[in-house]
């Protein structure tokens, strides 16, 4: 694998964060996922101002690993990059964006979940997929099936991970990395509460360290 995906297949989780306050919360939230042991961070577009969220992490925690999720349009991609994004993650897959990340020099991890979308993504060359919506559309037996045709991808399983399920995912050899919200809930964000959000990522650094040793 790339630098990069080595790096997130290290940390073995990213939390998915949705910031609605980025001057206020971006800076403490980077500083309990550091602390926490998950020095990595999805900021999804789906509230605005993550372009500001992704530029005010990279300042706070200039050694966290920053990349945009729910990134829907190329001009949504520039934004993240200019702020500082290192990888751009969309849920489904979109050839204007995968040019457009090519144009940025930005890995882009495309959302796949059916045969179809495999085989679609395939002439990128991506060696890292978001499997999207996880939980949901199968988990890990699917993940398994679509490994059999496609073993030239690992994925980041994403939907429905949580506490209980990721060492199970983590277990997988198909698996890089998790992605997940459980550790980052919008409550605990706009309520400042940084320590429950720190103890949760630490959980989750035990589960990834027994699993990967
Ligand atoms: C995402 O956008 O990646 C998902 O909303 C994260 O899924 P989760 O909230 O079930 O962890």
Same mark, same amino acid.
Request: one cysteine or more; glycine letters at 16%.
């Given at each position: 694998m790339n630098e990069l995906n080595t790096r997130?297949? $290290?940390? %073995? /989780?990213?939390?998915v964060i949705k910031i609605n306050d980025p001057e206020r919360d971006a800076a403490p939230l980077a500083r309990a &996922?550091?602390?926490? %042991?998950l020095p990595v961070a999805e900021i999804t577009f789906r509230a605005a101002g993550a372009d500001r969220a992704i530029r005010a992490i990279k300042e706070a925690c200039p050694e966290m690993l920053v990349g945009a999720g729910t990134v829907l349009s190329? *001009? $949504?991609a520039r934004a993240a990059v200019e702020a500082g994004a290192e990888f751009i993650v969309s849920p489904g897959f979109s050839c204007l964006l995968a040019e457009a990340c090519e144009a940025l020099n930005v890995q882009y991890i495309p959302g796949v979940i059916t045969?179809? *979308?495999y085989q679609m993504v395939l002439p990128y060359g991506y060696e890292l997929v978001k499997f999207f919506p996880a939980e949901q559309s199968g988990g890990l037996a699917r993940i398994k099936a679509m490994s059999a045709p496609f073993p030239m991808f690992k994925v980041m399983p994403t939907g429905g991970i949580n506490l209980k399920n990721l060492e199970a995912y983590l277990s997988c050899p198909v698996v890089a990395a998790c992605g997940g919200s459980y550790m980052v809930k919008p409550a605990d964000i706009d309520a400042g509460n940084w320590d429950r959000i720190?103890? &949760?990522c630490r959980q989750t650094r035990e589960i990834v360290d027994r /699993?990967? %040793?």
């Open positions: 997130i297949s $290290q940390i %073995g /989780v990213v939390p &996922l550091c602390a926490g %042991g190329a *001009e $949504q045969p179809t *979308e720190m103890n &949760l /699993v990967r %040793g």
